[in-house]
């Protein structure tokens, strides 16, 4: 740019600030310019990046005085207020807390200092100074480092970085805060600009507003040149937990196939939970160390459907066997928080059962959280997300399933899906969900689907109709397309990693 091409292109609160930068004082630019601090950094990168200045922007970390510091600085450390108060004579240690007005912590942190530099002795309950005079009246390393601050953390010398660790261990004496250090000179190009009368430049018209081009009085004026080219500041405006945007993309995908959702409480019944779907109730699926049990009952009022439910368990309908033992309404009534999603499906059967039997059909869906009594590490959570699926119609059959599997993967950016044969309680025939991650060059499991055993669709249902079921798991998902390595980062509220966090958007 020419020099006078870019006096047209400062901006106001460039031009504001270009008088004072000789003096190289932030402070005294922000007085003399009247603009607070962030418009002043903000004109200075702009000129930075214009070859006007050369900007220099380091930070260092002060140590200062905490709340208790600042507190200590004039009264004393606590282990001075019990020297001072000693020296007057010795005192059990009931007393001594009690007339050195100290809190029980203080109290605490002063006898472990002065028993540490061995200054102090307790006999018989009975508090004893046993240093000499000259070492109690000495200040030790950790008042004189608490006078001289603030101080800068990388300029400490070895006995006050002892002093500062022994500090940081007790309650609010010291902070570290980080400053930031701005230093910026003129360049050739600078001092140029800075001589030339910008005067001019403030009548530049900055924006062409609606009312400018309905009076046509912008005709004849004169518009400042904008800089399209240098950067500028990052804004981070509000969003949603990309967790959250993920769970609403995968939503918008379902709705988008023609799938209606299901929606329903994080506390289920047992009855729900597993019973309903065909789970033996000595399964061990549902064991202390699997489920989340609460001390609650929630009791089913459809007896005709319990006795189905009863009858699928002992005996079989639609020509199975069942499981051949003595099913028990109590303990289908305890009450869990939900392990997956699969008992909406469940209610979804039981409120079709209800209406006529050619109604018995649809596509539904269900996206949300689920618990599990798992150890907490990087690859277990004890909460986790599920995407949940039933189709019911006549028509339907396996290679339905596997069809609305492999679309609704492609559209979450997934080019190739396989499935494996597996065994699942509720559904046969069954089969895990693979996809594969082009970079890691790997096969990763999402979970399970298959077509609902007749023992899950004749109670609930009513009748033998096709359904079909799937229920991956979705933080795996959300993992690989994210790159995360820690499944509890997904949870962790890293202001600055959620600022970068992209959308899903495929």
């Known amino acids: 740019m020419q020099n006078q091409e870019i006096i047209e292109s400062l901006s106001p609160i460039e031009q504001k600030i270009l008088p004072y930068l000789e003096g190289k004082n932030i402070q005294e630019i922000i007085e003399k310019s009247m603009l607070d601090r962030v418009s002043v950094l903000r004109a200075l990168e702009f000129l930075s990046s214009k070859k006007i200045i050369i900007l220099k922007i380091s930070k260092k970390k002060i140590i200062e005085p905490g709340t208790n510091g600042i507190y200590y600085k004039t009264k004393g450390l606590p282990e001075r207020q019990l020297i001072i108060l000693l020296e007057k004579g010795n005192l059990n240690l009931e007393e001594a807390q009690k007339q050195s007005h100290l809190s029980k912590n203080e109290f605490k942190a002063a006898l472990g200092a002065l028993k540490k530099k061995a200054q102090i002795e307790i006999k018989n309950g009975t508090l004893i100074l046993t240093g000499n005079k000259e070492e109690l009246t000495k200040k030790s390393l950790e008042e004189q480092f608490l006078e001289k601050l603030p101080k800068e953390l990388d300029a400490l010398e070895p006995e006050e970085q002892f002093a500062l ?185 039981y409120n079709l059962s209800k209406l006529l039997r050619e109604q018995r059909k649809g596509k539904f869906f269900a996206l949300g959280k689920n618990f599990r009594n798992e150890t907490v590490d990087w690859s277990h959570g004890f909460e986790f997300n599920q995407t949940e699926g039933i189709v019911i119609d006549k028509n339907v059959n396996f290679r339905h399933l596997l069809g609305y599997l492999q679309e609704f993967f492609k559209k979450m950016g997934f080019e190739k899906v396989r499935f494996r044969p597996a065994y699942f309680p509720y559904t046969e025939p069954s089969v895990e969900i693979d996809v594969f991650d082009p970079e890691k060059k790997i096969w990763l499991e999402l979970g399970g689907a298959g077509i609902f055993r007749p023992e899950v669709t004749i109670p609930l249902l009513g009748a033998q109709i096709p359904v079909l079921a799937w229920g991956p798991g979705f933080d795996r998902i959300l993992i690989d397309h994210y790159k995360i390595k820690d499944l509890r980062e997904l949870y962790k509220n890293d202001i600055d990693k959620l600022r970068k966090m992209k959308f899903w958007v495929k």
């Open 165 to 349: 660790k022994n500090l940081k261990q007790r309650k609010d004496i010291i902070q570290i805060e980080e400053q930031q250090i701005i230093n910026f000179n003129l360049t050739e190009l600078g001092k140029e600009i800075v001589k030339q009368d910008i005067s001019k430049s403030k009548d530049l018209v900055e924006a062409l507003t609606p009312q400018m081009i309905k009076s046509g009085n912008w005709k004849g004026k004169k518009f400042r040149r904008y800089d399209v080219i240098s950067p500028v500041p990052k804004i981070s405006g509000g969003k949603k937990h990309f967790v959250n945007q993920a769970i609403d993309y995968g939503r918008k995908i379902w709705s988008e196939l023609g799938f209606k959702e299901m929606t329903g409480t994080l506390i289920q019944s047992s009855f729900w939970n597993f019973d309903a779907l065909f789970t033996a109730q000595d399964h061990p699926v549902r064991e202390m160390q699997d489920t989340f049990f609460l001390n609650k009952e929630i009791a089913i009022s459809d007896k005709k459907l319990i006795k189905e439910i009863k009858q699928a368990h002992e005996s079989g309908v639609g020509g199975s066997r069942g499981w051949q033992y003595n099913w028990d309404e109590k303990i289908s009534e305890k009450a869990v928080l939900r392990t997956h999603t699969t008992c909406l499906s469940a209610q979804t059967l």
